[in-house]
């Protein structure tokens, strides 16, 4: 399966996100391809340092940005079970080429009325990346950064799940210091030390949906 984590907005934990997926896929002893398609390099940062952490990655990495993603992607498949596409946060030539390229695009939004003002922008991309695909692109949209207790929360999914376009995923990611640590020293968050329990719930739920559930309904 290709994944591509996508945003057209910065600053929703999609890096995070992005390299805490591939952790997790190898945790679950599959061979893994991580394309670092952001000029910022996070991902390439991150792997990085989990080298120097751990004396391994665990996964593959390359960075490919570009029209040529698409090409070059379409070219390695054969050689993963899966591949993360990581990608920058606005609308770029290599976001587009990862969405036309994908099995499943994950797309995270903050419960903030400014982010939720880009989902017309995110449904535009998504709808004009679908006419041109021979099999339809899953797009799921999910809460990231999520206030522990908030109404935002509640209000901000819902306006989420009423766009027929886009496919709502009630597993939020909540914005936890403990994604932060760990990824500043290479890791997942479910590999540290101590690892936070509800943190590595969350992501479980989600990838778990992602990896065993995307042809059934998501359920709260």
Same mark, same amino acid.
């Given at each position: 399966?290709?994944?591509?984590?996508?945003?057209?907005?910065?600053?929703?934990?999609?890096?995070?996100?992005?390299?805490?997926?591939?952790?997790?896929?190898?945790?679950?002893?599959?061979?893994?391809?991580?394309?670092?398609?952001?000029?910022?390099?996070?991902?390439?940062?991150?792997?990085?340092?989990?080298?120097?952490?751990?004396?391994?990655?665990?996964?593959?990495?390359?960075?490919?940005?570009?029209?040529?993603?698409?090409?070059?992607?379409?070219?390695?498949?054969?050689?993963?079970?899966?591949?993360?596409?990581?990608?920058?946060?606005?609308?770029?030539?290599?976001?587009? @080429?990862?969405?036309?390229?994908?099995?499943? $695009? +994950?797309?995270? =939004? *903050?419960?903030?009325? #400014?982010?939720?003002?880009? &989902?017309?922008?995110?449904?535009?991309?998504?709808?004009?990346?679908?006419?041109?695909?021979?099999?339809?692109?899953?797009?799921?949209?999910?809460?990231?950064?999520?206030?522990?207790?908030? @109404?935002?929360?509640?209000?901000?999914?819902? $306006? +989420?799940?009423? =766009? *027929?376009?886009?496919? #709502?995923?009630?597993?939020? &990611?909540?914005?936890?210091?403990?994604?932060?640590?760990?990824?500043?020293?290479?890791?997942?968050?479910?590999?540290?030390?101590?690892?936070?329990?509800?943190?590595?719930?969350?992501?479980?739920?989600?990838?778990?949906?992602?990896?065993?559930?995307?042809?059934?309904? *998501?359920?709260?």
């Amino acid at each position: 399966m290709v994944i591509s984590l996508n945003s057209i907005k910065g600053g929703v934990g999609k890096s995070t996100l992005a390299v805490n997926l591939a952790a997790w896929l190898v945790s679950q002893g599959h061979d893994v391809l991580l394309v670092d398609g952001d000029e910022q390099e996070t991902a390439s940062d991150f792997t990085a340092w989990r080298e120097q952490t751990l004396g391994q990655t665990g996964f593959t990495l390359v960075n490919m940005t570009g029209a040529n993603l698409r090409k070059q992607v379409e070219q390695m498949k054969v050689k993963y079970d899966h591949i993360v596409i990581d990608t920058g946060g606005r609308d770029t030539t290599s976001q587009r @080429a990862a969405l036309s390229v994908a099995d499943v $695009a +994950l797309i995270p =939004f *903050a419960p903030r009325s #400014f982010d939720l003002w880009t &989902i017309n922008k995110v449904i535009e991309l998504i709808d004009e990346i679908q006419a041109v695909r021979n099999e339809p692109l899953i797009p799921y949209v999910f809460l990231s950064r999520a206030d522990i207790k908030s @109404a935002d929360n509640r209000e901000v999914s819902q $306006a +989420l799940a009423g =766009f *027929a376009q886009l496919t #709502f995923l009630p597993y939020p &990611i909540s914005n936890r210091k403990a994604f932060s640590n760990a990824a500043g020293v290479g890791l997942a968050v479910f590999e540290t030390e101590t690892p936070d329990s509800k943190a590595v719930a969350e992501i479980n739920s989600l990838f778990t949906h992602v990896l065993h559930g995307h042809n059934t309904p *998501a359920t709260a």
